[in-house]
């Protein structure tokens, strides 16, 4: 898992790579000249080779028109080489690439954080309590939907759905992130899911509405959160 992790990461990007990239948007932008991978080199070196940065150079064959192949150079960049290069593009190209590095960065950076998590054995165990946390949830959700359906809710076996995005928008993840969390947030995540299973049990008990008892679980938590993120000398004042 750790070596599929690994290969996942993309840390560096090739001219051939960036020269359809560059391509892609100024099709996209309406330019009809396509840049040419002999002058992407040329202005690779021109950027990078005055600074003495040199970029790691490979060899690629490419098929003839005639038959054979013929040796063709290209150069292997890091990410933020690849933004060095963009100085003649145009404004919207320039700002497009610069999307797609961030969001390699970015994806690159929750990667690592997975596999952090995957070799931390205090994240791994803070996991599995939280998994317990989880199906307690789901047990008092499987309740509720019963409870609702019978004050006459017709959505009610959406529940599950509607209890997990309330957790992750409180926590500020997207769905399907939390085996790459920070520890911090997953064991916020517990406490959270640990909370509302208290708060459903109690709402059923004393007959509340089924939507009230999913108010008083989003009342709860943005103040569990809003404390837990307060400044030290706001709880000290």
């Known amino acids: 898992m750790d070596k599929l992790v690994l290969r996942t990461m993309k840390e560096t ?57 013929r040796k063709e150079k290209f ?29 390699l960065e970015n994806q690159n950076q929750m990667l690592r954080q997975a596999l952090w998590n995957r070799q931390n054995s205090e994240w791994l165990q803070t996991r599995k309590q939280g998994k317990l946390a989880r199906r307690n949830e789901t047990d008092a959700i499987a309740t509720l939907i019963l409870y609702a359906k019978e004050q006459g809710s017709k959505n009610a076996d959406k529940m599950y759905i509607t209890y997990s995005k309330l957790v992750n928008n409180l926590v500020g993840i997207n769905a399907g992130m939390r085996d790459i969390v920070s520890f911090e947030t997953l064991i916020n995540i517990g406490k959270l899911e640990d909370l509302f299973t208290k708060l459903i049990i109690d709402g059923m008990e004393n007959k509340m509405y089924y939507k009230e008892i999913y108010k008083e679980c989003k009342r709860i938590g943005n103040n569990f959160m809003a404390f837990l993120n307060a400044d030290i000398k706001l709880l000290r004042a």
């Open 13 to 69: 990007i090739t001219s051939v790579e960036l020269l359809e990239k560059i391509n892609e948007l100024r099709k996209k932008e309406g330019e009809r000249n396509k840049l040419k991978h002999n002058t992407l080199l040329r202005i690779i070196r021109d950027e990078l080779c005055e600074q003495n940065i040199l970029p790691t150079s490979e060899y690629r064959e490419i098929a003839m028109p005639k038959g054979g192949y």
């Open 75 to 103: 150069y292997i960049l890091t990410l933020r080489q690849a933004l060095r290069i963009l100085t003649k593009e145009s404004k919207f190209v320039r700002g497009k690439v610069f999307e797609y590095i961030e969001f």
